[in-house]
């Protein structure tokens, strides 16, 4: 049995290369890598396995669970280990590499108290929000010979801005809710505060996190719009926060009571607008369901699916 080690020191260069060898769909450079693996705040070491050879890595699979937990999840949600990227360099595969590094892994996510495993998204540090089987079959193959069970489906949209304006029953729409006290605008430092509470009360809290952690490092309020009912945060979108990618959209959000007014709407599309008029040429996310309203309110406005991803789970 070939020997299975944590990742180290040095690793780097070799990791990211055989990466790119098996995940060729979803490349990384060293500094991807950095900024989306080694310093999300859950990484450990220990959770990284890998199987060194000579001049390179043979197979990984890297584990994580959250070391902080928020008021809002619920008490399964922190019992729930996560499987982030698994790969099999492809001269070594069918030779129970990658079954090591799952099994190490999972010996990894029990010591942490995990029942449940999870192969999807870990926000906000991702690659991607699930397996995408049309590129990657074997890799669903593999996941249900190890027990695992396939859950939701997601997709990824993308829309051009090159011919984007913003239809006439949008501007309808605005104007109805101007006269009824809805405020659409970019995010100032008078309503940070109350942008941040809202989300950790209505959504996942990680969103706050990241608006937290763009800001400290230089990014710019302007790229975030709510929308407000009195001094009251009601809504939310963004772009261009997540990995520092401008043609990136989201997170985007209403409250659940406001959603029938279409306030997500004029949101979106002022959004657009603004990426537009600097410049961008594309708009796109990496996850939704594509049965959702929001999938819906996207197809409308230009977007069309150009991914699609399934999780998985296990029990452990």
């Known amino acids: 049995m070939t020997a299975v080690r944590s990742y180290q020191s040095g ?11 098996i995940l060729v769909h ?36 890297y584990a994580s669970v959250r070391r902080r937990t928020f008021p809002e999840e619920g008490a399964a949600e922190r019992h729930v280990g996560w499987i982030n990227a698994f790969g099999v360099h492809p001269v070594r595969r069918r030779q129970g590499l990658g079954a090591q590094c799952m099994e190490a892994a999972f010996a990894y996510l029990r010591l942490k108290g995990c029942h449940t495993i999870r192969v999807g998204a870990f ?32 997709v990824s949209m993308q829309a051009s801005l090159l011919h984007f304006t913003v239809p006439p029953d949008v501007e309808t729409v605005q104007s109805r809710l101007l006269e009824a006290g809805v405020q659409f605008e970019a995010l100032t430092a008078d309503f940070l505060l109350d942008l941040l509470n809202f989300i ?30 009195n001094r009251a945060v009601i809504g939310y979108c963004m772009y261009g926060l997540y990995d520092g990618n401008l043609e ?20 979106l599309y ?15 996310f990496k996850s939704t369901s594509e049965a959702s309203p929001a ?15 399934h999780t998985f789970s296990k029990p452990l």
């Open 248 to 267: 990136r959209f989201g997170p985007f959000g209403v409250r659940a009571d406001q959603r029938r007014r279409n306030v997500g709407k004029v949101l």
């Open 123 to 154: 926000v906000p540090y991702y690659i991607a929000p699930g397996v995408d089987l049309e590129a990657y079959p074997a890799a669903g193959e593999f996941l249900l010979a190890l027990g695992f069970q396939r859950e939701s489906e997601l």
């Open 270 to 284: 002022r959004c657009m607008e603004t990426m537009q008029a600097q410049g961008l040429r594309t708009v796109w």
């Open 26 to 61: 979803d490349p990384v450079n060293q500094e991807r890598f950095a900024a989306s693996i080694l310093c999300d705040p859950n990484m450990e070491a220990e959770g990284f396995s890998v199987i060194p050879e000579a001049g390179g890595i043979a197979a990984f699979a």
């Open 11 to 21: 690793d780097i260069a070799a990791l990211v290369t055989t990466w790119n060898q």
């Open 200 to 229: 950790r009360r209505n959504f996942q809290a990680d969103a706050a996190q990241v608006i937290q952690n763009t800001l400290r490092n230089g990014g710019r309020m302007s790229q975030i719009f709510i929308a407000r009912e």
């Open 295 to 309: 999938a819906q309110l996207y197809r409308r406005a230009g977007f069309q699916t150009v991914r699609r991803f």
